[in-house]
């Protein structure tokens, strides 16, 4: 039965955040695979936007209460835990049943470590889904309508249940596709050829990295990949920095704008940081670009002094007259 909805360092650890779901959820990430289409390179270390392919989906799924990769440990740019399947290289159910093990969470996301354009929003909304269709799990969906399980939201209990059942069919879970797992729940697909995008060749690397510098997403593409770099965790109102750079530029000089967005920073830094403080320094910085705008602008200077009319048939620049001669 199925329903459609359309539209670190290594070691041990876990991601506090909370947020995407009230709730709490985990999520298990997949990053052990064999890329042989890639010709056997490091996929998950990828890069794409300046980001490895698996930091990216790190960040989707930032608010899990535990976040684990199952794979040999690598630098990460979020602290997660570490989990290999048994036998390495064993597949797919293999890996999640291994990754499932760390997990405490009713609802668990199940990603692939490929994803380039998931987002946290997306992941959101497959938990919310999960939450409201009362199916074993909600997946997505490619633009052909095939089902992506490893971009998915599920019943941990229901994953755990039909994995042993499976195990005991056929003696281990290694080897076996994830088609003999989801052919037995009860699933509710979720289409979106965005987020479901993954890179299984160079074609697909090439294409993500063409799209991220496209106009309407490089923007937004850098601001993620700064915070990813610089350990931040931050809602950045772009659309009011950019305004406050602009004005800055504008109305003082032109490399006013990036010594002010930098001085806007340090301060809600110094204040406690958060959205809060970003907007309120930002806010003082904008008023007074305006005020020193105001201040050059031609029209608000004090007029000058009005010249007397001359009297009778002295010119207005005229000085005393001493000539022998003068009346």
Aim: proline share 8%.
């Amino acid at each position: 039965m199925t329903a459609h909805e359309h539209s670190g360092e290594p070691g041990v650890g876990t991601d506090p955040a909370q947020g995407t779901d009230r709730a709490g959820y985990d999520a298990v990430v997949l990053a052990g695979g064999a890329a042989r289409r890639l010709g056997g390179t490091d996929k998950p270390g990828v890069r794409v936007g300046g980001r490895a392919l698996l930091d990216r989906v790190l960040a989707a799924c930032g608010g899990a209460r535990s976040t684990v990769v199952v794979a040999a440990p690598r630098p990460t740019a979020r602290p997660v835990t570490w989990a290999r399947e048994d036998p390495p290289g064993g597949g797919p159910l293999a890996a999640l049943d291994a990754g499932l093990r760390h997990t405490t969470a009713e609802h668990v996301v199940v990603l692939s470590a490929d994803l380039p354009f998931l987002r946290d929003a997306t992941v959101g909304r497959l938990l919310s889904a999960l939450r409201e269709s009362g199916t074993d799990g909600v997946l997505l969906t490619d633009p052909d309508g095939r089902d992506q399980p490893l971009v998915a939201a599920y019943r941990a209990p229901r994953l755990r249940e039909e994995l042993a059942r499976l195990a005991d069919r056929y003696g281990a879970l290694a080897g076996l596709p994830l088609r003999r797992l989801t052919a037995e729940l009860n699933l509710t697909r979720v289409s979106d050829p965005v987020a479901s995008f993954d890179c299984d060749t160079w074609d697909d690397i090439a294409t993500a990295r063409a799209r991220i510098r496209e106009h309407g997403h490089v923007l937004d593409e850098w601001i993620s990949a700064v915070k990813d770099e610089l350990g931040i965790d931050l809602d950045v109102d772009t659309r009011g920095l950019l305004d406050l750079a602009r004005d800055a530029a504008h109305g003082v000089a032109r490399p006013a704008a990036p010594l002010t967005t930098f001085l806007v920073g340090y301060a809600a830094a110094q204040a406690g940081g958060g959205p809060e403080a970003v907007a309120e320094a930002a806010r003082k910085a904008a008023a007074l670009a305006v005020r020193w705008e105001e201040e050059s602008a031609p029209g608000d200077r004090p007029p000058a002094a009005a010249p007397q009319a001359p009297q009778g048939d002295v010119a207005p620049d005229a000085t005393p007259d001493t000539r022998p001669d003068a009346g």
